[in-house]
């Protein structure tokens, strides 16, 4: 089974940056897709950006033109390139993976926190 654990996560100022890391302990190459959910208590987890085997990316309309998906199938990583942070973006972030047709596999997260 492969294991994903999230990186990068912390305290930053609203309109700063940060990286999230995803680290899956085997290959993620025939993996239909990666992606970053994120959740606040109380709300459903969100899908915030996602990206196919084959590179194709899609985000959700709150974090377009501000996050960046990426990956790196050699190092099996997978990467979320957060600028501009607001304060509503202050979550705990998990990285999934759709090895299929459902998002299945999870790891622990990472809190993200925009201050105002």
């Known amino acids: 089974q492969v294991e994903l654990v999230e990186s990068g996560g912390g305290l930053v100022q609203a309109g700063g940056s940060l990286r999230l890391s995803c680290a899956a302990s085997?290959?993620?190459?025939?993996?239909?897709?990666m992606g970053w959910f994120r959740q606040v208590p109380g709300k459903q987890r969100e899908l915030v950006a996602a990206?196919?085997?084959?590179?194709?990316?899609n985000y959700a309309d709150s974090v377009k033109g501000r996050f960046t998906i990426s990956k790196d199938s050699a190092k099996n990583t997978v990467y979320l390139q957060m600028n501009s942070l607001k304060p509503e973006d202050t979550a705990v972030y998990y990285c999934?993976?759709?090895?299929?047709?459902?998002?299945?596999?999870w790891g622990q997260g990472t809190q993200v926190t925009v201050s105002s």
């Open positions: 999934s993976a759709k090895r299929v047709y459902t998002w299945d596999l």
């Open positions: 085997g290959s993620i190459f025939r993996f239909n897709a």
């Open positions: 990206i196919s085997s084959g590179g194709d990316t």
